[in-house]
């Protein structure tokens, strides 16, 4: 059973690597729920009222789909729970969490991570991790085209999004509940170049055969499903 997550910041290309890797796998994907979010852009209109009311909201609905991502066959995870604390910790440092909220919020990932302690399969098999520039950030946000995430709506998010990229750093060092690898998501059009998607698809599978959750002779002509 293979379990990829994927991380990186706002636009890195998450979603759609999501998409081109469980598809080229034949595993099941698992997408972030964005645009049904209901506090996202009360979020965005009122950070400091919203953020803690907001984390909640995304640590449950990670919770939920990292367990059953972890109790189903083949998946691909669009980002995970592994990274809401990363979210929250930066509003917390920027006013925008009382330490109560910030208390309780611990308390509630924690008492969430030790349940997943008890899981038959405790954690994924690979985090693949999206680094991008600031600027190639900002193209991405631009060209998906959230009103409440542009700059034009508030441009205070410059500051925002120049410290989250901060944050992803150590975030990514520390990291250890899985084997990870970093795609360079400034380098490689994986939506518009077929070249640079394989070139990408090359670096997992390579990273996938390296951790042992794909045969050495493993190619997409043979397309062998993935080890149950
Ligand atoms: N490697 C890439 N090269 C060019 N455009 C990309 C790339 N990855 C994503 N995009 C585009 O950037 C926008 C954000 O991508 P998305 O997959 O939603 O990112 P995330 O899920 O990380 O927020 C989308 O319009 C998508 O088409
Ligand atoms: N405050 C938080 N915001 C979050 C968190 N996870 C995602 N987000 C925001 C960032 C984007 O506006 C949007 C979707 O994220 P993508 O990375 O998929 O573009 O949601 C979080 O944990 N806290």
Do not use: C
Not at 85 to 96: C, H, P, S, T
Not at 180 to 187: A, N, Q, S
């Amino acid at each position: 059973m293979t379990v990829i997550v994927l991380s990186g910041p706002i636009g890195a290309g998450k979603s759609s690597l999501t998409s081109i890797l469980s598809d080229y796998l034949g595993t099941k994907p698992f997408y972030e729920s964005v645009d049904d979010n209901p506090v996202l852009p009360l979020f965005y209109a009122d950070p400091k009222k919203y953020a803690f009311l907001l984390q909640v909201y995304f640590l449950n609905t990670r919770f939920h789909s990292i367990k059953a991502a972890l109790t189903q066959n083949n998946n691909v995870l669009d980002r995970s729970i592994y990274e809401d604390a990363l979210f929250f910790q930066m509003n917390a440092d920027i006013g925008r969490a009382t330490p109560e909220e910030v208390d309780t919020y611990y308390e509630l990932l924690h008492n969430m991570m030790d349940e997943l302690e008890r899981m038959p399969k405790k954690e994924p098999d690979l985090l693949v991790h999206i680094n991008v520039y600031y600027e190639t950030m900002i193209k991405r946000i631009q060209k998906r085209g959230r009103p409440y995430e542009q700059l034009s709506y508030d441009a205070t998010l410059e500051d925002y999004y120049k410290r989250l990229l901060e944050y992803y750093k150590p975030w990514y060092e520390k990291y250890d509940y899985s084997p990870k690898m970093e795609i360079d998501g400034d380098k490689y059009d994986f939506i518009a170049s077929e070249k640079d998607r394989k070139i990408v698809l090359d670096q997992i599978v390579a990273k996938l055969k390296e951790v042992g959750k794909l045969p050495a002779d493993w190619d997409k002509s043979t397309a062998i499903k993935l080890d149950a």
